[in-house]
Every structure is written in C-alpha cells, then in structure tokens.
C-alpha cells in the first residue's frame, strides 16, 4: 500500500463547529505533516510529527490542533475557524526527515470551507 | 528562514525541452526536492539533489548547484500531461522546516 488517504475529502463548516480531519498511512513513514494550500499558491507548512511526536510547530493559530494517535494515523481537530482558514488541506508522510528520506508522499487532501 | 523563488509560469509546446528554475536563500541547507501538481490534485514527488549536480529520471532531471544557491528541473520531450505546477523544496538545517517555492505553472501548448 503505497498511499496516504486523507477523510472527509470536502468539508463545510461553520465558525462555531468542531470537526476533525484524518489521515492514513501504511507505509512505516515515520514522519507525517499537515499542509495548507491556498489556491495557485504553494503548500505551507503547518506541523510536522516525528515518530508520533510533534517536531515542528509552524506557529499555527491553536484552533489547528494536530494529533498523532500513532504511526499511521494522522487527525487534525478543528475548533472555531475563520473564514480565511478556507483552503486545500495535505497531509504528507515521509519514511524519514532527512535527506533523501524526506520525499514526501502526499494524500488528496481535504477541501476545507468555513462559513 | 528561508525562500526558494521560482519563475510564475512557463509556456512551451509539445516535444520541446523546457527548464524550470529554483534559486534559494537558506540559514541552512538540506537538499532540493521538486513536487509536480495538477489542478485539483495533490503533489508528487519528482526528484531530489542532495549533492551537487544532475539527477536523471526519464524525460525529468534535476540540478543542483550549492555555491550558486541554485537548482533547476528539466523537462525533456514535453507531453500535454506535463502541464501542471511545478514547486522545488528545501529543508532548513537549522529549524528543521520545510519550505516549498513559489511555484513555476507550465502551460504546454500543441
């Protein structure tokens, strides 16, 4: 299996709502990331998870809040969002975090609106 | 921190050759990747240098010059489907972060 898989694939919500997204790897990556893409704009990194721990913080807003439950699952909990926070989000896995270990597979992502 | 600029787009037309550029400004410096991403899709992963030089990979290789903080990819024997957005990656060594550049969208015409 040499995907990422990434649910719900859209998902509408408004500012008060509470939601989750996941992901799903069953590679045996052991670094796994959240991406925000705005449209014709690149991925941004948002967190990084070295082996189910939290590594790399891009100062996200803390209604992002990732979790890493363990090596192959992925969820970002969602928690009073701003309209601007509308946007493609990617999760990615790698089987490393450095050198060519770094390359990145990435799920479909989640086509996230906030009303 | 870091930035990794990149030409906004490109055109070519079938069969021809096209190079995408990527020059960077790193506290630190890893490697380069370069993502391919279609409309509406999600990025993959292309190639990568760690060291400097040319990577080949089929019709795409990719470039990496250290000392000139600067790398290019290179398409060869272009096909309607290469049309898409093209991004090169770069880790900082010292934060440990990832930056993608700004993105180079090819256009290839019939």
């Known amino acids: 299996d040499t995907e990422v898989t990434q649910t719900p694939k859209h998902l509408v919500m408004g500012m008060t709502n509470k939601k989750s997204l996941k992901c799903e790897q069953h590679?045996?990556?052991?670094?796994m990331y959240w991406y925000k893409q705005k449209a014709k704009k690149p991925p941004e990194l948002m967190f990084v998870?070295?082996?189910?721990?939290?590594?790399i913080n891009e100062s996200v807003p803390s209604r992002f809040s990732p979790e890493c439950p363990n090596s192959s699952l992925l969820n970002l909990h969602l928690h009073a969002l701003q309209p601007e926070d509308s946007a493609l989000y990617l999760c990615?896995?790698?089987?490393?975090?450095?050198?060519?270990?770094?390359?990145?597979?990435f799920g479909p992502g989640t086509r996230l609106t906030v009303l | 921190g870091q930035s990794l600029e990149q030409p906004s787009e490109v055109t070519a037309v079938e069969g021809a050759i096209v190079q995408i550029n990527c020059t960077y400004q790193?506290?630190?410096?890893?490697?380069l990747s370069w993502y391919q991403q279609h409309d509406g899709g999600a990025p993959t992963f292309l190639s990568y240098?760690?060291?400097?030089g040319l990577e080949e990979t089929g019709r795409f290789s990719s470039f990496l010059s250290r000392s000139d903080s600067y790398g290019y990819l290179l398409l060869q024997e272009l096909q309607m489907k290469d049309s898409a957005s093209y991004f090169c990656?770069?880790?900082?060594?010292?934060?440990?972060?990832?930056?993608f550049g700004s993105g180079t969208r090819l256009q290839v015409q019939p």
């Open positions: 990615a896995s790698s089987p490393g975090t450095s050198g060519p270990y770094n390359e990145q597979f």
């Open positions: 590679m045996g990556h052991r670094a």
């Open positions: 998870y070295s082996y189910e721990k939290l590594s």
């Open positions: 790193t506290s630190g410096f890893y490697g």
């Open positions: 240098n760690g060291l400097d």
């Open positions: 990656e770069s880790r900082d060594t010292g934060r440990r972060a990832l930056t």
